[in-house]
């Protein structure tokens, strides 16, 4: 059973910082892994999707890497902004049980000025 | 170019109500999934239907859960005789889909605001 780890749990930061949100699953069959953004009471933002093929995807201060073997995802964000608080969510989709999407439970970010 | 629309954004009841959650998915999108967040946990699977089709249920509890998604309208997400414990976000995704072919992975899910509901 795929079960997917978040660490840490929540993270303070002053505004500047370059960050790395770790996500890690346990079972390394899977199509892709998606990192979301989940402002308080909003829905989710998908921010980068990998698939199994890929290594890592960029997008502009964020970069998301994949170790499909170790089974560890990261997400780097450089130069934090106080918007960039929210909480971050990674979810892998498996290879043979396809379209459910596995989420872990989330690192809460809050940068401030 | 309308996403996801969940409603109501929040919803209310008393214990032994029912609940009914809205979603209309992406125009054009023939697949709709349901995920629940509870408080202070991540998002779980519940349920992947297709148009008059159930794909997968194996998230959604056993008794007083039920889902549909109708040839016309929006896909519906019923709880009956609701508890304190239903109370969570629930989340609609929709993803354009492979036409006869469910289940096939790698169909990227549009995510709705939510519908959070709270048990009284």
């Known amino acids: 059973k795929q079960e997917v780890t978040q660490i840490p749990a929540a993270l303070s930061v002053p505004e500047g910082e370059n960050l790395v949100l770790n996500c890690s699953f346990t079972?390394?069959?899977?199509?892709?892994l998606q990192w979301f953004r989940q402002d308080p009471g909003k829905g989710l933002t998908s921010l980068l999707l990998?698939?199994?093929?890929?290594r890592e995807q960029t997008s502009g201060r964020l970069n998301a890497s994949l170790d499909k073997s170790s089974g560890r995802s990261t997400l780097y964000i450089a130069a934090s902004q106080p918007g960039d608080s929210a909480t971050y969510l990674c979810a892998v989709e498996g290879m043979y049980n396809t379209d459910k999407l596995i989420f872990g439970t989330g690192t809460r970010l809050q940068v401030f000025p | 170019n309308a996403g996801v629309m969940q409603n109501p954004r929040h919803l209310v009841r008393r214990r032994g109500q029912e609940a009914r959650l809205r979603c209309s998915p992406v125009k054009g999108h023939s697949h709709v999934y349901w995920y629940r967040q509870l408080p202070e946990e991540g998002l779980k699977f519940m349920v992947y239907?297709?148009?008059?089709?159930?794909?997968?249920e194996s998230g959604m509890p056993k008794e007083r859960f039920s889902a549909e998604f109708p040839k016309e309208g929006p896909s519906i997400l019923r709880i009956q005789q609701v508890v304190r414990g239903d109370s969570a976000a629930y989340f609609c995704?929709?993803?354009?889909?492979?036409?006869?072919?469910?289940?096939?992975?790698?169909?990227?899910?549009?995510f709705g605001p939510g519908t959070r509901l709270t048990v009284l």
């Open positions: 990998i698939q199994s093929s890929q």
């Open positions: 239907l297709q148009k008059e089709n159930i794909i997968d």
């Open positions: 079972d390394s069959a899977i199509y892709n």
């Open positions: 995704a929709s993803s354009p889909g492979f036409p006869g072919r469910p289940g096939q992975g790698g169909d990227t899910q549009y």
